[in-house]
């Protein structure tokens, strides 16, 4: 994507967080929650079309998915809503000891649609990283 001469910077990554029980039933639990970035280019975006495999502690959670288009503004932080179902065999799966009280590692792979004027490209998402479930919100 070219804009103007100056060199396209990739998003910088912020956190991960607002994380919601969207639902549940007898065969899965519908999450979502959200990664924040922040844009340090010269001009706006938009952003849509996310679909990612997260993985926590290396077992596979599921496929999530973006909620909404997003309309990231230069130079500002931007929110990216993902919500996907996570199969209750696969929960069960989950080593749950202390898990409140220590690092999991959280990993996102896939991409997303960016663009602007109607031109859109594919970005690759990348994302792996150590957080604290006592440190992370959970609404219901």
């Known amino acids: 994507m070219v804009a103007g001469c100056a060199k396209v910077k990739d998003p910088e990554f912020r956190k991960v967080g607002n994380f919601r029980m969207k639902g549940i039933n007898p065969t899965h639990t519908t999450i979502g929650f959200n990664v924040v970035y922040f844009n340090p280019n010269n ?6 079309d996310g679909n990612v495999d997260v993985y926590m502690d290396s077992v596979y959670l599921g496929k999530f998915t973006q909620d909404s288009s997003i309309a990231v503004k230069k130079n ?3 929110s990216i809503p993902l919500s996907g179902a996570i199969p209750l065999k696969t929960a069960l799966e989950l080593d749950l000891k202390n898990i409140g009280q220590r690092d999991i590692l959280l990993r ?3 991409a997303v649609r960016v663009g602007k004027a109607g031109i859109f490209v594919s970005k ?4 792996s990283g ?3 479930l006592d440190e992370i919100q959970i609404k219901f």
């Open 130 to 132: 150590k957080h604290r």
């Open 76 to 78: 500002a932080d931007f």
């Open 124 to 127: 690759d998402v990348h994302y």
């Open 108 to 110: 996102a792979d896939g």
């Open 43 to 48: 001009f706006g975006v938009t952003v849509k």
